[in-house]
Structure formats: structure tokens, C-alpha cells
């Protein structure tokens, strides 16, 4: 930032050099003096500056180097009534404002947003992307927005900008009809769609947004591990290949030598239930309808203790945890799919303590 002062009383040089990556406006210092008539305003490019007079919005420059004057103020002039002699020092607020584009800024989903899909039916939905902004107008950015703040940055609008965001979005996803599998492969036709409908109420502060991104579009983890589920048993197949499948997949895994022999049971059910079909089995004509998935895993919870966490643990490890004391009605817990920590009888735990009694009440 650049500050040229005469070593008299005028201002002589006004101008701005930006050395920050987010200041979007910053005031001119006058230190209480007067701007010299026919003084120097350079304006660089990606730059605007604005002239505010006694608080009202007068002249914008553009990029260029000035001299100050009734013939380039045509604003100022008429305001404070000056003829065409006129040739003495007067006082005025600048501001320089950044045209350029500030890129790279985030945007994401608080909460889930609800959607009815096509083949799941009604499911939760999570969202983040990328936005750049940019000034578009900015007499509009300084009535709207500014106002007499002397030094503006990129994240006090940021937040604004993010709740519009994610108010189109939601709006735009629940009305696309578009099933939950083929949004990855839609994200830029909906970013377009994002785009246009948002493009009216940045224009009302004076700005665009010249690029919107959607990175990723999500669902609840456990959702996705039913899919994941879903996916392996299509791959696995007929009945047979599917119990090939869970034997190899249970043997795989690190576990005990009681894990390997239920992986070996398993197997063998499979090659048994296969040469009992006979004929009518994997190679013959009429085969057996392939079960149904089997059901997810159960829900598996964290502790936090002492500035750590354990876990994971199940329902009835928690229960075994409550009937000895370890587990407490305070304890915080936290599972997929909750927003935070909480304490455990604010959650689906507090049936844990239907037994266990109350702490006795102080001085007993």
C-alpha cells in the first residue's frame, strides 16, 4: 500500500498497491487532509476506485491515471457546485476496490438435505464444491455491502455468499429428479444450473460468481455401506458364488482362529449346498432364487475420555460398560451420522441406563 503526501498540506498522489490476496476494499488514508485540485489518481488494472462526498456515492474510476478535475468528475462537480474556474483543494473519501477475481473460496452443506430419489426413496444428502467472486459493480458493492467499513475482505461476504449457495442447491437438487447414482456424472450440468439460479442475488451486492464447482455430492455413511454391500453381492453373483465370495472375504481378514473356522464352515456349505443341487444347480436350468443381502452391521460407537477417543464398540459392549459403571450417562459418545458428541443418555443409548441407577444426589 502506497501512501505519496506532499510535504505541505495537500494530498497530491492518490493510488493503492495491494500486497494482500484477500482485501477487497481499502480507504484511501487522507490523515485529515485536503485532495489537491488536478492531483494524480492511478488506478491500476483489476482496480476501481470510488469517490464519496459528505456520504454520498460520487464518481467511479476505472482503470488509468487521472488527473483530478471538473471535466472527470462530473459527479463531484455537480455536487459541490463548482464552475468552471474552480481550482482549490477539496475533501473527499476514496475508495479503491478489487476487481479482480477471488478464486478457490469454499462452500459446503451444514446439514443434510433431504431428496426423494427414484430408487432409494427419500435419502440425506451432503454436498461441498469451490466458488470464485468477483466485483461486478462497484458503486452497487459499496451502497450494498461496504458502507464506510475501511478495510473489506473477501471472508466477511464469504459466509453470505455461502448460505445462498447452499440455499439454490438444495432447491436445484431436490427438483432435478436426477437418481442418486447418476449426480457424479452430472455435477457440471448441475453447477450451471447452481450458477444461474444464484447469478440474481449476487448481482443485488454488486458481484458475480464467474466459476462454482461441486466437488463431491454424498450420502450417510451407513447408506454407503449398504450400497457397498449391495455392489459385492452383485459382483459374488448365484448362490454358490456368493458363499465362494463371503468364505474368501472372511479369510481374508486379520482374526482369530475362531474367524478362520467359520470362514472353513463356510466354504464348505457352499460346496455342499452346490453338489446337492445337482442337475438344477449353477449349471443346470431351473435354479434357486439367490438370497437375499445379508443385513448391515450393527451400529458401533466412539468415546471420548480424557482427550481421547475408544472405540469402536458395540451396543453390547456399552451395555456391559453401563452395568459396571464405566459407561456413564455423561460419557460423550458419538456414532455415523450424528452431527457431534453428545452425551450418552441423549442418545439411543440411554436405554443402556433403564437399570442402572441414577448418581445419589449430593451429601449422601
Known sequence: MVFDF???????????????RDTMVWRFERRGNAIKYGAKLTVREGQAAVFIHEGQLADVFGPGLYMLETNNMPVMTTLQHWDHGFNSP??????????????????????????????FGPVRLRAFGTYAMRVSDPAKFMQEIVGT??????DEISFQI?????????????????????????????????????????????????????????LPEEVEKALDKRTSVGIAGDLNKYMQFSAAEAMGKPGSAGDAMTAGMGAAMGMAM???????????????????????????????????????FSEADLGTMAANGSLTRATQVWSAGMDGWKPAAETDLARLFASVPPPPPPGV
Not at 505541505?8 to 494482500?20: K, P
Not at 467499513?149 to 473477501?154: K, L, V
Not at 448441475?190 to 464447482?213: D, N, R, S
Open 162 to 218: 455461502r448460505n445462498i449457495i447452499v440455499q439454490e442447491f438444495s432447491r436445484v437438487i431436490a427438483s432435478s429428479g436426477i437418481p442418486v447414482l447418476d449426480m457424479a456424472a452430472n455435477t457440471a450440468d448441475l453447477g450451471k444450473l447452481i450458477t444461474t439460479a444464484i447469478a440474481p442475488q449476487v448481482a443485488e451486492y454488486g458481484l458475480t460468481l464467474p466459476e462454482f464447482y461441486i466437488e463431491n455430492i454424498s
Open 6 to 20: 506532499l510535504k505541505g498540506e495537500f494530498i497530491d498522489v492518490i493510488d493503492w498497491t495491494d500486497d494482500t
Open 149 to 154: 467499513d475501511g478495510e473489506f475482505t473477501a
Open 274 to 312: 452346490a453338489q446337492n443341487m445337482g442337475p438344477w444347480g449353477a449349471s443346470g436350468g431351473a435354479q434357486a432364487a439367490p438370497p437375499p443381502p445379508p443385513p448391515p452391521a450393527g451400529k458401533v460407537w466412539h468415546i471420548a475420555e480424557n482427550g481421547a477417543t475408544k472405540g469402536p
Open 90 to 119: 477539496f475533501k473527499a473519501e476514496v475508495y479503491f476496490i478489487s476487481t479482480t477475481r477471488f478464486a478457490d473460496l469454499k462452500w459446503g452443506t451444514k446439514n443434510p438435505i433431504m431428496a426423494r430419489d427414484p430408487e
